[in-house]
């Protein structure tokens, strides 16, 4: 299937908070949900591994759609130099909010645009301090569900915001898509925003 127009966006992620955000933007796109494989082989940095995993989707839906604007991300909590991914389940989410708990952890997202044989890609790294939590805190949210979809069991635009203390860097970023970076990443490849 080949799309024809000038400007065609296409966002490569089912998550609905980055489509929520580029929603914002005012900028026309579609939502096409990849379904790759996430591992990452080898010693790979996390820098590394979030732009390597955006690189991967925004590049198979690249193939179907040569003449659109290919935009992927994928973003990592990363505490201690170690990547905390999202919780397998409820008790996973409470051990992972308790390692987070009084401690500033790094959140990157990486970002791969693709328009042709044109490539960019990037991360951005924003430091998220918590607060120092109670295990009843942590339990209570746990119960809401919300952190089961999360890289490092938190989404600081719903519930999670609680927890922080201070931030340092890009909150769109934390919520999966640094848009301000994007854009001008988009116009440097040659979309016009």
Known sequence: MQVHLKQHLILASG?????ELLEGLQI???VIITDVDETIEGEVSPEEAVQQLARRKAMHIAESFPDSFIVAADTAVVLNGQILGKPRDESDA????GQL???THRVLTGVSIFRGKKEKSFFTSTDVTFWNLSGEEIQAYA?????LDKAGSYGIQGLGKAFVKEISGDYFSVVGLPVSRLIRELREIGFSC
């Not at 409470?94 to 909010?97: E, G, K, S």
């Not at 119960?143 to 952190?147: L, R």
């Open 15 to 19: 998550s609905p908070r980055r489509k």
């Open 28 to 30: 026309p796109f579609n």
């Open 94 to 97: 409470i051990r992972t909010l």
């Open 101 to 103: 708990s009084g401690k």
């Open 143 to 147: 119960e809401t569900g919300e952190p």
